[in-house]
């Protein structure tokens, strides 16, 4: 198990998506840092990454496939982020507090919270 098969199982390939499709694919992405899985795959969190010995993966704009979906090459800046879903429940991911607890904290709960809140918001239109 590695960086490897956890992208496998948690990250496949975040081609251009629906506004729904690309954040059920972010949530997957996400429910895939519980210490169970972490475990499994033999992975570790540090600074916001997941550790695999010398090898690492990036939760960025590069790798979301929100970011991806909805800023194309444009850059992760939050001007660039009004079509995201997450939008209405956060202004930008990398300036809130939620996506600093997982950066400089490793914990994951607070944009797990993110990411249910918009999907309902998406559920109820």
Same mark, same amino acid.
């Given at each position: 198990?590695?960086?490897?098969?956890?992208?496998?199982?948690?990250?496949?390939?975040?081609?251009?998506?629906?506004?729904?499709? #690309? !954040?059920?694919?972010?949530?997957?992405?996400?429910? *895939?840092?519980?210490? $169970?899985?972490? %475990?499994?795959?033999? &992975?570790?969190?540090?600074?916001?990454?997941?550790?695999?010995?010398?090898?690492?993966?990036?939760?960025?704009?590069?790798?979301? #496939? !929100?970011?991806?979906?909805?800023?194309?090459?444009? *850059?992760?800046?939050? $001007?660039?982020? %009004?079509?995201?879903? &997450?939008?209405?429940?956060?202004?930008?991911?990398?300036?809130?507090?939620?996506?600093?607890?997982?950066?400089?904290?490793?914990?994951?709960?607070?944009?797990?919270?993110?990411?249910?809140?918009?999907?309902?918001?998406?559920?109820? %239109?």
């Amino acid at each position: 198990m590695s960086i490897k098969t956890w992208v496998e199982e948690f990250n496949p390939d975040a081609a251009k998506q629906t506004r729904a499709t #690309a !954040l059920d694919h972010t949530i997957k992405k996400w429910s *895939g840092l519980t210490p $169970e899985a972490l %475990e499994k795959h033999k &992975l570790v969190v540090e600074d916001g990454l997941l550790v695999d010995g010398d090898n690492y993966y990036a939760f960025d704009s590069s790798t979301c #496939a !929100l970011c991806v979906a909805f800023m194309g090459n444009k *850059g992760a800046v939050e $001007e660039n982020c %009004e079509e995201c879903p &997450l939008a209405p429940v956060i202004l930008s991911c990398s300036l809130s507090y939620e996506w600093v607890a997982w950066s400089c904290d490793g914990n994951p709960q607070l944009m797990k919270e993110v990411l249910a809140e918009a999907k309902q918001l998406i559920d109820d %239109e």
